[in-house]
């Protein structure tokens, strides 16, 4: 004999409403994660107008602290070359064209 459901109340809310990050934390993290991008970006811009005719389309991973870019047509190839010399920094992704986007929206 099957039992029929009970309506469980929905929980709503954080999932771990204990941790929370004070504002200005989340402020200073994503202060971080735009000059970053603005690093990368700033490569990116100054390098791509002479790549791109050689290269269009191709993926290129930028460490911005030492200004390196590796390129290749795979991302995961780009990617692999630049985990070679940097195991551990942040990598900034772009593709060589006119938007640098990578990926569909």
């Known amino acids: 004999m099957t039992q029929p459901l009970k309506n469980r109340p929905r929980r709503r809310g954080r999932v771990f409403p204990e941790y929370n990050l004070p504002p200005s934390e989340l402020a200073r993290r994503q202060a971080e994660i735009d000059d970053f991008g603005l690093r990368c970006q700033t490569i990116w811009l100054h390098v791509s107008p002479e790549l791109i005719e050689d290269h269009y389309n191709w993926f290129i991973m930028i460490e911005p602290e030492s200004g390196d870019y590796f390129l290749d047509p795979d991302e995961m190839v780009a ?9 551990s920094g942040k990598l900034g992704t772009f593709r060589l064209n006119e938007t640098g986007a990578c990926g569909f929206i």
Not at 79 to 87: C, D, I, L, S
């Open 79 to 87: 990617y692999q070359k630049a985990r070679q010399k940097y195991p």
